[in-house]
C-alpha cells in the first residue's frame, strides 16, 4: 500500500474498484458484498458508495445508503496499511455532507457490541449509542 493518501482521493465507487474494494473488506473484517448485491444498491444512491483512493490503491472503503427517511452507514473498511492516517474519519465526513445534501435529518450505524474500538471511534464523531434492540429475519 502506498503512502500517497489525500482528501481530494475520496470519491464514488467505480466497478473498476470492486476487487481492490473486496481486499479492503476482507483485510478490515468486514463482510463482502457480492457484485449482485452492489448493483442492486447501487439503483437507488450510488454517490453514497465512496472509495479512498491512494494512487492505484483504494486505502479504505464506506457504504451508505438513504432510504428518504434515515440515512445509513454499512461496511466501513480501512486497509490495515492506511489505519491511524484519518482515512475513516475522511470518508465519513465525506458520507454526511452527501447524506446532508440530500436532507437527510439523521444517520444510523451499527456496532457489534464486542467492537470497543468500533464504537469510541463512532462515539469520537458524535454518534451516540441507543438501547434499539436490533431485529432480524431473512425473507429467503
Known amino acids: 500500500m502506498g503512502e500517497g493518501f489525500r482528501v481530494s482521493d475520496i470519491r464514488q465507487f467505480r466497478w473498476s474498484d470492486y476487487d481492490r474494494v473486496v481486499e479492503v473488506w476482507r483485510q478490515s473484517g468486514a463482510d463482502v458484498l457480492s457484485r ?73 450505524l451499527l456496532v457489534r457490541p464486542d467492537n470497543e474500538a468500533g464504537l469510541r471511534f463512532w462515539q469520537s464523531l458524535g454518534y451516540l449509542t441507543y438501547p434499539d434492540v436490533l431485529c432480524s429475519k431473512p425473507v429467503s
Not at 48 to 74: K, P, Q
Not at 82 to 108: D, K, Q, S, W, Y
Open 36 to 108: 449482485a448485491e452492489l448493483e442492486a444498491k447501487l439503483v437507488r444512491d450510488p454517490e453514497l458508495f465512496l472509495v479512498a483512493a491512494a494512487g492505484e490503491d483504494i486505502a479504505g472503503v464506506v457504504l451508505g445508503t438513504y432510504d428518504g427517511r434515515r440515512g445509513w452507514i454499512f461496511r466501513l473498511g480501512v486497509h490495515p496499511g492506511h489505519r491511524r492516517r484519518g482515512v475513516a474519519t475522511r470518508l465519513i465526513a465525506e458520507l454526511e455532507v452527501r447524506f446532508r445534501a440530500l436532507g437527510c435529518p439523521r444517520i444510523n
